[in-house]
């Protein structure tokens, strides 16, 4: 069974511009969450979809948002960008939800020029 | 506010030693509780969980937690570690019931084995 997949895998933005990443689940998962990971702030939890719709969320801006597809694919959008949006962004599936056990992708390195 | 604490930045230990790294959560709600791994230059994978019932968590690769509700602690062991055991190790929780649930993980710990 394949595993989670993101793209792109590396991406380079400027400052204002918006990016969209995808997170392709495994096949049969139906929950999505998404985490962003830099050195200064740790790990930490965007939000979790599951169904087409968002169950969980984290504390953060309106700029970063997402969206889930009846195949349960997922992506995640943040607009604006800033330079603190440098960062790792995992994804993660699971049949549930974030309780039961989630597989992670590789994640999605985004550098905000 | 839910929060959680990783009392050690970075833990050396040799091989064959036992191991604990600590973790405390606050919540004034009910929590699931979390230990994840990131190898190097790998992905994030979940060690255990701790949702309900025995107070005792077996994960993989030899891993054991223990949920303190008393002092709110979740600390991971594991009785003999090995070179490969080499990774930075994350606590979270997550509340449940009521309004939305938010995940919050620790500043993680950097366990080194030693040879």
């Known amino acids: 069974k394949a595993g989670v997949t993101q793209t792109p895998r590396y991406l380079i933005k400027t400052r204002g511009q918006q990016v969209t990443l995808s997170c392709s689940p495994i096949?049969?998962?139906?929950?999505v969450s998404w985490y962003q990971q830099t050195p200064g702030q740790g790990l930490q939890f965007l939000f979790e979809?599951?169904?087409?719709?968002?169950?969980n969320k984290g504390n953060f801006p309106g700029r970063f948002s997402g969206r889930q597809f009846s195949n349960s694919r997922s992506e995640m959008n943040v607009s604006t960008l800033e330079l603190g949006d440098s960062a790792l962004y995992l994804c993660?599936?699971?049949?549930?939800?974030?309780?039961?056990?989630?597989?992670f992708g590789p994640g999605t390195r985004l550098l905000v020029l | 506010a839910q929060s959680v604490t990783q009392l050690d930045s970075q833990v050396p230990v040799f091989e064959e030693a036992p191991v604990e790294l600590r973790c405390n959560y606050s919540?004034?709600?009910?929590?699931?509780l979390f230990w994840y791994v990131q190898y190097p230059n790998q992905g994030l994978q979940l060690l255990l969980k701790?949702?309900?019932?025995?107070?005792l968590v077996k994960g993989i690769n030899g891993f054991e937690a223990e949920f303190n509700k008393s002092q709110t602690s979740f600390h991971l062991r594991k009785p003999s570690v090995h070179i490969s055991d080499t990774a930075e190790y994350f606590c979270?929780?997550?509340?449940?019931?009521?309004?939305?649930?938010?995940?919050?993980f620790g500043k993680g710990t950097k366990l080194s084995v030693k040879p």
């Open positions: 979270a929780s997550m509340t449940y019931g009521g309004s939305q649930g938010n995940l919050i």
């Open positions: 919540s004034s709600v009910s929590v699931y």
């Open positions: 979809y599951f169904s087409e719709t968002q169950r």
């Open positions: 096949s049969g998962h139906r929950s």
């Open positions: 993660a599936s699971s049949s549930e939800g974030i309780q039961e056990t989630q597989y």
């Open positions: 701790y949702l309900s019932g025995s107070t």
